[in-house]
């Protein structure tokens, strides 16, 4: 309440031209997310949690309506600068970890900073450190394929918190991983969010959900339920 | 809390750069080798191709300059352009280019030396031993105007160009077979029907354009026209004092010739550099057209790196998003692909270069007396070529991969 929003929606709308038809991925959304809050977004299939994790990933554009982030309109920002926010403000968790193959544990890792300019002697610093926090220094040379499954996530969990980000977007992270290997994951990613980074997890999990301080239920692309409005309400 | 900073976003460093697109060409080792080999073929066409062609005109023009040096040549019949045209040898001929007229020339002050030359062919036999063999009738500065060099013995003695003794100067393959390991110096020999003593022979050089002077027979000029019943000349040949001096001893042997035939230039007056610059200039178009045959294998080259990214743009969908939602921008992800394109045909051009250049020693090996070395403007353009069509091909892939939507392409698995 005192704290300004780090995400603010307001009547966000996405739309998706399906030959003749339209689906209304999203319709006139309003959410509001303060800085260091653990958000599950849940579910059915089709309701619209990765569409609306993508829109505030900046990976896609609304059709309507306003996204302000950090206070700062970012709907019209250019790709590049779109791109910048991205590399400095965000992280990707995915479902299906997206660990390019053919690169080590460690260059999976490094790819943000690679990618953001930042100089060989910093990276392999900042690398260094991930690798330890995430207990993944024997794993450093190590290609995607000869890692487990929750290796793997752990592995792009790092690559997600290697440039600091402010927010990070999980989309059902624990989706391809057993339930104790999952529990870890998201674990690491409840750390995260006590150190004071904003979490958003979509998940189908009822239990993980649970664990989040605030649950927003999506359904036909609509908020059919938000836990931190109905707590003010009461 | 702390905002979005305004900084400028550093782009990705150039090594960074470097080792990615090296990092994605090696993921797929069979993809990049067939690239690589097809541009390194069209380099090593252009190499191979040119060497071949240039040294086509090195060895013509070698040949050419060891007939001898600051040479004018006087060969009867009269061509329109003044050029070297070898439609000269059959034009028909007005007026006998004589002895006379030879001898005429001597009064040309740029001339320094000079010899006529008649050639027929004959039978040369001693012993038993017989041998069809190219006969010149010349006088005693053949040698020096010509270039040539006596193995043994002299060559013809300085005398009346009208009478000339039966003295012969043998070619160093002729003396070979028909001596063998025997003295040939003092043997008589029949040639035609003319008995000749041998004084000299030539050292072997294996060299002279259309006239090998190693299996030349060489008698005095006087004699050889009694032996082919002939008036005329085939040939004046002509040293001048200088190179300089090369255009005005063809105006004075114009002139000179043009008084004595009554006022009509009956004859073509042609310099060895005219020669030269002429099959320089035939056969450096050659070589040039040789090289644009061999670049067009290049741009097909280039079209296949261009088709070959654009699947590989396909396969590393997924990892485009990736690099998207990560913080790439649109230009890093088009550098990256470009950076590939670039070091694939790099690689090719190099590979190409040295199969081409092992190519052209190969065949240097193979004919020692052929200069197969492939000309620089042909090595850089063929490089050049390969490596802005690799560049160039690869902007449509890169592009393609810059403009993915990353949604659409993480979703992809
Ligand atoms: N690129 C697209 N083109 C057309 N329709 C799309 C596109 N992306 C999503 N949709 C549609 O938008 C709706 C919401 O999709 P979204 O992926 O956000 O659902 P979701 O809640 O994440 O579902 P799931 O739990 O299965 O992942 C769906 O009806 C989907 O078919
Ligand atoms: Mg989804």
């Known amino acids: ?234 | 809390m702390s905002a979005i900073r305004r900084s400028r976003h550093p782009p990705m460093r150039a090594p960074d750069l470097i080792r990615f697109a090296r990092d994605a060409a090696m993921g797929n080792l069979l993809r990049t080798a067939l690239l690589v080999l097809s541009v390194a073929i069209g380099v090593a066409a252009v190499v191979v191709l040119t060497a071949l062609g240039d040294g086509a005109r090195r060895y013509v023009v070698n040949e050419f300059s060891s007939l001898g040096s600051n040479l004018v040549i006087v060969l009867p019949g009269r061509s329109e352009t003044g050029g070297f045209n070898p439609a000269n040898a059959i034009t028909s001929t007005p007026r006998d280019l004589t002895i006379n007229d030879a001898q005429a020339l001597l009064r040309g002050t740029a001339i320094r030396r000079l010899a006529p030359l008649l050639v027929g062919t004959s039978e040369i036999s001693v012993d038993g031993k017989l041998r069809e063999v190219m006969v010149a009738g010349t006088t005693t500065q053949f040698i020096q105007v010509r270039n040539l060099a006596i193995a043994q013995g002299r060559f013809l003695p300085d005398e009346d160009w009208e009478r000339g003794s039966a003295e012969a100067v043998i070619g160093a393959t002729i003396r070979d077979e028909l001596f063998g390991p025997e003295p040939a110096l003092g043997k008589l020999v029949r040639i035609g029907d003319r008995r000749f003593r041998i004084v000299g022979v030539l050292k072997a050089s294996g060299q002279g354009l259309g006239m090998n002077s190693d299996e030349l027979v060489i008698v005095p000029v006087a004699l050889a026209q009694a032996m082919f019943n002939s008036n005329t000349l085939f040939r004046i040949l002509i040293e001048s004092r200088s190179r300089e001096d090369i255009p005005a001893a063809k105006a004075q042997a114009e002139e000179i010739i043009k008084q004595r035939h009554d006022g009509e230039l009956d004859v073509t007056v042609i310099t060895q550099d005219a020669m030269l610059a002429t099959f320089d200039r035939l056969l450096g178009v050659m070589t040039m057209g040789v090289a644009g045959i061999a670049a067009i294998s290049l741009a097909v080259a280039g079209i296949l790196v261009m088709n070959v990214m654009l699947v590989s743009v396909a396969q590393r969908t997924a990892e485009i998003g990736l690099l998207k939602a990560l913080g790439a921008t649109g230009s890093a992800i088009r550098l990256t692909f470009l950076a590939e394109a670039a070091m694939l045909s790099l690689a090719g051009a190099v590979v190409g270069f040295v199969l081409g250049h092992a190519g052209a020693a190969l065949i240097r090996h193979l004919y020692p007396t052929f200069p197969a070395y492939p000309p620089a403007w042909a090595v850089l353009a063929g490089l050049a070529t390969a490596l802005a069509s690799g560049i160039l091909f690869g902007v449509t892939p890169a592009r393609r991969a810059a403009a993915l939507d990353p949604i659409q392409a993480l979703s992809k698995r």
Do not use: C
């Not at chain 1, 006139?28 to 990765?50: F, H, N, Q, T």
């Not at chain 1, 995915?94 to 690679?114: D, G, K, M, W, Y």
């Not at chain 1, 024997?138 to 995607?144: G, Q, V």
């Open chain 1, 1 to 234: 309440m005192s704290n300004p929003p780090q995400i603010e929606l307001r009547g966000v709308e996405r739309v998706f031209q399906l030959g003749d038809s339209q689906v209304h991925a999203l319709r006139r959304l309003d959410v509001s997310i303060a800085p260091g809050e653990y958000v599950a977004v849940m579910g059915p299939s089709g309701s619209g949690k990765s569409t609306l994790l993508n829109l505030i990933g900046l990976l896609d554009r609304p059709n309507a309506g306003l996204y302000l982030l950090e206070g700062r309109d970012v709907t019209t920002l250019s790709p590049d600068e779109q791109a910048r926010v991205r590399s400095e403000r965000i992280g990707f968790v995915f479902q299906s970890f997206h660990l390019v193959p053919r690169l080590t544990a460690a260059e999976n890792i490094a790819l943000p900073l690679t990618l953001a300019g930042i100089a060989p002697r910093e990276r392999a610093e900042r690398v260094a450190l991930a690798l330890a926090d995430y207990g993944l220094e024997a794993r450093a040379d190590h290609r995607p394929d000869q890692l487990s499954g929750g290796q793997r996530q752990r592995v792009a969990i790092a690559r997600a918190t290697v440039m600091q980000p402010a927010v990070i977007l999980a989309d059902e992270p624990t989706g391809n991983l057993d339930r104790a290997t999952g529990e870890e994951v998201i674990r690491l990613l409840e750390q995260l969010n006590g150190r004071g980074v904003t979490l958003i997890i979509v998940t189908h999990d009822p239990n993980l959900g649970n664990r989040a301080r605030r649950q927003l239920l999506m359904e036909d692309g609509e908020l059919r339920h938000d836990s931190a409005l109905e707590g003010a309400a009461k």
